[in-house]
């Protein structure tokens, strides 16, 4: 993103360097590719959040036609609990993309000879700090649009829930301006590191 004079979270990123580390590359995310990706969120909460109600609602309302005491009359209850849980991730996810557009933060990427770094300042100057070492840097995808830019998403490592489904976590690069020189210099950063372990 274009500026006028220098970055005033360029210090606060370089404060994070450790002793002998060297920035190759900083850049903000643009404003609406953050915002774009919040509305796809917020999209996704919608059938999620009407889903968790409906069935919530059916749940309680066959509670009536169960019978039981005691011990056992209590667990009629558990089908509709069970719901509860989901409906307040579908609002979460409803409500906090909203809230964002109300609050200002602010945030820079940083790539160094070490690591991909994050920075988010929030109200009231409180920042938050993400950092992906290089040997933790995975499989690396790069989608680019119009004038060079786009979006850049490092897979970091991989989990297997109860159902034995695969979940792959992620550190993504939004809205940045010539993507393809950012995408090489991730790609250098993880040979690098590649070479430094072998």
């Known amino acids: 993103m274009n500026r006028l004079g220098p970055d005033p979270l360029l210090p606060l990123l370089q404060k994070e360097l450790a002793i002998g580390e060297r920035l190759r590359w900083h850049g903000r995310p643009r404003e609406g590719a953050i915002k774009w990706a919040a509305f796809g969120i917020?999209?996704?909460?919608?059938?999620?959040?009407a889903f968790a109600l409906f069935w919530t609602f059916m749940a309680w309302s066959g509670v009536d036609s169960m019978g039981g005491e005691g011990a056992g009359g209590l667990l009629k209850y558990a089908f509709p609990l069970f719901g509860v849980p989901f409906i307040l991730v579908g609002l979460a996810m409803l409500v906090?993309?909203?809230?964002?557009?109300?609050?200002?933060?602010?945030?820079?990427?940083?790539?160094?000879?070490?690591?991909?770094?994050?920075?988010?300042?929030?109200?009231?100057d409180f920042v938050r700090v993400k950092s992906l070492q290089a040997r933790h840097i995975g499989p690396i995808e790069r989608w680019e649009g119009k004038q060079g830019r786009g979006k850049i998403t490092v897979e970091t490592h991989?989990?297997?829930d109860s159902d034995g489904d695969r979940r792959t976590k992620t550190v993504n690069l939004i809205g940045i301006d010539d993507v393809k020189r950012v995408d090489e210099l991730v790609r250098e950063l993880s040979r690098q590191s590649d070479a430094d372990t072998a």
């Open 42 to 49: 917020w999209l996704f909460a919608i059938p999620w959040t």
């Open 96 to 124: 906090g993309p909203i809230l964002g557009l109300f609050t200002s933060t602010e945030r820079i990427h940083g790539i160094t000879d070490r690591r991909i770094i994050t920075l988010t300042r929030g109200k009231g």
């Open 158 to 160: 991989s989990t297997t």
